[in-house]
């Protein structure tokens, strides 16, 4: 019946995430009680090889990186697609072997056409 | 047990019990992997290259990890002043816990894993791509340049090869027709050569590939490439935060090479054929076979590490956008077709 499914099975991994939390923040807090604090402006600065640091960190950096961005998103969305498919694979047989190899061909084309327009070139 | 703590408490404390402690004992037992995999990597590159490794502290340096650990727990944390502060504060955390959380839909041996939930495997990747946040708002919060780039770096290595380690697996689920990681092993154990490996040698290839980018490991390791960027995006940390980047690092690699054992290596079975050449192996428990593969497959991180000198980033984006994405997706379309043959056959 929709609408009633309790993910119970899920309880252990949210007490796991608590207890992971508790463990990264309750080690971090009571190192603080222990810890050596003797702060100076030198050692606050960025580090830059030694050198005073040189304009700003947070500079323009390539676009690159924002397609790759874009094709992860496609192509991550396509594999994510394709774990279904390939779970209930016996039961639907045939049918949905074809429907795949359509969902391939046409994310191929993608493919093709990033490659061709130097997506993944990198200089 | 349970029915001791039933005697004199309600089903759902000796429920809450029972959870509490699986996860304090695959908490403990990870991390003292984790303490131990560093002074073995010492050990195992430290012989490669002729010299000794960690030996002073302890027997055979075998104390090396804990007075590591200790040293890093009372070091002076250093809070940059130009530094997002709680952003800063936070990442370390993220990445620890996105790490280690994963620990909990391994199946260890048989019936025993903490949350045996349906999508373990997705859960798997869920979680590997939660880690890529800890990078990223590292980077971006320490207000450093290092920091800035390695985050950077590391954020486009990580989704880059995290598509081609999404699709190597499916085979593994077109074989084995569930996304439940016992599930997975049990069908490995009823497949004639025990190992999803052999028939899915392309998804294995593509998978150990991936693995060692998403865990920034070499020859991948341009994100922390200290040669040009000092430490990539933890340059600025240091004492316990640094420590849980590290700890985050190592279980990543723990967890990388426990998929590897479980999805195509068999997890905690042997192939039948073997046993049935040998019985006794029968009688080793399983955790035993599950513990030697991720062994195997940590050594086999060292040993590379040792090998290979570093890619540069165009070759890497070139390996994982032209060699691994078209690869795996051979890989799926050839599984599916001997899929459809063989039942054509039947």
Redesign the interface.
Known sequence: MPGTFTPSAYLPILIFLVVATAFGIGALLIGELFRLKRPYPEKLMPYESGNEPVGEPRIRFSVRFYIIAMLFVVFDVEAVFLYPWAVVFDRVGFFAFIEMIIFIIILLVGYVYAWKKEAFVWD | MSAFLGAFLPPFIVQ?VI??L???VV?AIGLLHVAYATYWERKVIGHMQVRLGPREVGPFGLLQPIADGVKL??????????ADKPLF?LS??IF??AA??S???IPFFESFV?????IG???LFAMSSLGAYGIVLSG?S????????GG?RS??QV??Y??SM??SL?GV??MA???NLSDIVRAQHQYPTGMFAVPQFIGFFVFVVSAFAETNRLPFDLPEAESEL?AGYF??YS???FA?FFLGEYTGMIIMSSISSICFLGGWTIPRFVTDLLPFLNYVPGILWFLLKVYCFMFFFYWVRATLPRYR??QL??IG??LL??LS?LN??IT??V??WF?GMA
């Open positions: 809450l959870i509490l699986k996860i304090a908490i727990f009372f070091k002076e944390d250093i809070i940059p002043a130009n504060y370390p955390v620890f816990i280690i959380s620990l909990s839909v903490i949350a045996d939930i349906n495997l997705l859960f971006w320490s207000n450093s340049k290092y920091a800035f780039l950077l954020a486009s989704i880059s995290e598509i999404g699709l499916v689920m077109l027709g569930s996304l000092v340059t600025e004492g316990f935060r849980l980033y165009d984006m070139a956008w032209k994405i078209p997706l799926i379309v599916a077709i899929k459809i039942r």
